[in-house]
């Protein structure tokens, strides 16, 4: 089922990228750079003083505006007093296939880019991409991403960490994605990580779908050093969470983005809002991304659910993917029909749980508790797109002495 559901990500991303997103054609300029940036700029201390020229060329040459092209040029300190060299830069760009829309958005992103030798720094990183299979409009996507790569030193870096990237599970066509993805692991260090980690995973055998789905996605996830990759995984089994299974790259990500300390002060928390140890490794066991959550979201959501709708704490623990949802967007629309069926008498309070079971998709709700109750509860559609108030019906929630914000 995983490898079907990777396989129409790949279907997703081509080799040429080509959702790369579209921005706002160049506007022409035909007023002054100084009465632009006065109409733009009213605090007198974020003039330009000594870097005029830097400005005006970004104002002029890619279309920002006079805050924006101030703000670039102060940031990252770019300076300039004649065109040739970041004329010599957009040259290049555009002879390597990048269209303006793409050259606006790389000097937004990088905009030391334009005082680099276009000829001796620049052109040997292009050429390098292009023998990679990395069309303009892939590089393009990747920088919009990872502004960092087009920095990197071609033998020192991108020449080894590709050789490295050549050994791991990413398909041909998925190349790109892991370097857009890729921005915090990009290094010859961690990628480094990234070979010994796999073959930790394949030992244990985690199906090959899940390791190539999250080198390609996640490869922060696997960078660790393997002594460290290793406790964690040891952890998760430990948990009663099997290998096999894609729940165990889902509670790999959550692990490795906390230390012992932050664990503790999560599982303390669940524990203030009702909820006993065996409830909390239930929860984890069935979804762990919940753990990601802060814990000003997973309080209010469970405050409602207990006090509002009057579940039980452990019947969240049960129900752990619910507090992954918005609590504005998804739980309380969703709640709100709920609550409605039971005040008209159409749903029993028992149904409850086969309700929440279908939570996780917007159509089999709609179908299963709106559309179905379409003729007895014409509102429904009204209160599940926010609408019509449960006020308006004379119908509220539940008000119960039960979990307090946290």
Same mark, same amino acid.
């Given at each position: 089922?995983?490898?079907?559901?990777?396989?129409?990500?790949?279907?997703?991303?081509?080799?040429?990228?080509?959702?790369?997103?579209?921005?706002?054609?160049?506007?022409?300029?035909?007023?002054?750079?100084?009465?632009?940036?006065?109409?733009?700029?009213?605090?007198?201390?974020?003039?330009?003083?000594?870097?005029?020229?830097?400005?005006?060329?970004?104002?002029?040459?890619?279309?920002?505006? !006079?805050?924006?092209?101030?703000?670039?040029?102060?940031?990252?300190?770019?300076?300039?007093?004649? !065109?040739?060299?970041?004329?010599?830069?957009?040259?290049?760009?555009?002879?390597?296939?990048?269209?303006?829309?793409?050259?606006?958005?790389?000097?937004?992103?990088?905009?030391?880019?334009?005082?680099?030798?276009?000829?001796?720094?620049?052109? !040997?990183?292009?050429?390098?991409?292009?023998?990679?299979?990395?069309?303009?409009?892939?590089?393009?996507?990747?920088?919009?991403?990872?502004?960092?790569?087009?920095?990197?030193?071609?033998?020192?870096?991108?020449?080894?960490?590709?050789?490295?990237?050549?050994?791991?599970?990413?398909?041909?066509?998925?190349?790109?994605?892991?370097?857009?993805?890729?921005?915090?692991?990009?290094?010859?260090?961690?990628?480094?990580?990234?070979?010994?980690?796999?073959?930790?995973?394949?030992?244990?055998?985690?199906?090959?779908?899940?390791?190539?789905?999250?080198?390609?996605?996640? !490869?922060?996830?696997?960078?660790?050093?393997?002594?460290?990759?290793?406790?964690?995984?040891?952890?998760?089994?430990?948990?009663?969470?099997?290998?096999?299974?894609?729940?165990?790259?889902?509670?790999?990500?959550?692990?490795?983005?906390?230390?012992?300390?932050?664990?503790?002060?999560?599982?303390?928390?669940?524990?203030?809002?009702?909820?006993?140890?065996?409830?909390?490794?239930?929860?984890?066991?069935?979804?762990?991304?919940?753990?990601?959550?802060?814990?000003?979201?997973?309080?209010?959501?469970?405050?409602?659910?207990?006090?509002?709708?009057?579940?039980?704490?452990?019947?969240?623990?049960?129900?752990?993917?619910?507090?992954?949802?918005?609590?504005?967007?998804?739980?309380?629309?969703?709640?709100?029909?709920?609550?409605?069926?039971?005040?008209?008498?159409?749903?029993?309070?028992?149904?409850?749980?086969?309700?929440?079971?279908?939570?996780?998709?917007?159509?089999?709700?709609?179908?299963?508790?709106?559309?179905?109750?379409?003729?007895?509860?014409?509102?429904?559609?009204?209160?599940?797109?926010?609408?019509?108030?449960?006020?308006?019906?004379?119908?509220?929630?539940?008000?119960?002495?039960?979990?307090?914000?946290?």
């Amino acid at each position: 089922m995983f490898g079907v559901y990777c396989k129409r990500l790949q279907l997703l991303v081509p080799t040429s990228v080509t959702h790369f997103h579209c921005f706002q054609k160049f506007l022409p300029f035909s007023r002054s750079y100084s009465s632009l940036l006065g109409s733009d700029i009213d605090d007198d201390d974020d003039k330009p003083q000594g870097h005029s020229f830097t400005v005006s060329y970004l104002i002029n040459s890619f279309g920002f505006s !006079p805050k924006l092209a101030l703000s670039l040029s102060n940031k990252h300190r770019v300076r300039f007093d004649s !065109p040739e060299k970041p004329d010599s830069v957009v040259k290049l760009l555009k002879h390597h296939g990048f269209n303006g829309t793409q050259i606006s958005e790389i000097v937004k992103k990088l905009p030391t880019l334009l005082l680099c030798n276009a000829e001796k720094t620049l052109e !040997p990183k292009l050429q390098f991409f292009d023998s990679i299979g990395l069309s303009a409009t892939a590089l393009a996507w990747v920088v919009s991403y990872n502004r960092r790569i087009l920095g990197q030193s071609l033998e020192r870096s991108l020449r080894p960490c590709y050789d490295i990237i050549k050994s791991l599970p990413i398909p041909d066509n998925m190349v790109a994605v892991f370097l857009k993805n890729s921005n915090r692991a990009f290094g010859v260090k961690m990628l480094s990580n990234l070979v010994p980690n796999v073959s930790v995973l394949r030992a244990i055998q985690v199906p090959e779908s899940c390791i190539s789905f999250y080198v390609t996605y996640h !490869p922060l996830v696997l960078s660790p050093e393997t002594s460290k990759f290793k406790e964690s995984v040891n952890k998760i089994i430990n948990l009663g969470i099997l290998p096999p299974s894609f729940t165990f790259m889902k509670a790999l990500q959550v692990i490795s983005q906390m230390d012992a300390s932050k664990w503790r002060r999560k599982t303390e928390f669940y524990r203030k809002c009702g909820w006993t140890e065996d409830d909390f490794l239930l929860a984890f066991r069935k979804n762990p991304m919940f753990m990601s959550l802060s814990e000003e979201k997973s309080s209010s959501k469970i405050e409602f659910l207990v006090n509002k709708m009057g579940w039980q704490p452990a019947e969240v623990a049960d129900r752990p993917d619910i507090l992954t949802h918005s609590l504005e967007k998804s739980i309380i629309p969703r709640c709100s029909v709920i609550r409605v069926l039971q005040y008209k008498g159409l749903m029993k309070k028992g149904e409850l749980s086969q309700a929440t079971m279908l939570i996780n998709s917007r159509k089999r709700f709609l179908d299963r508790f709106v559309t179905k109750y379409q003729d007895q509860a014409p509102e429904l559609l009204s209160i599940f797109q926010g609408q019509m108030s449960l006020a308006e019906l004379g119908v509220g929630f539940e008000e119960r002495d039960g979990v307090k914000q946290l």
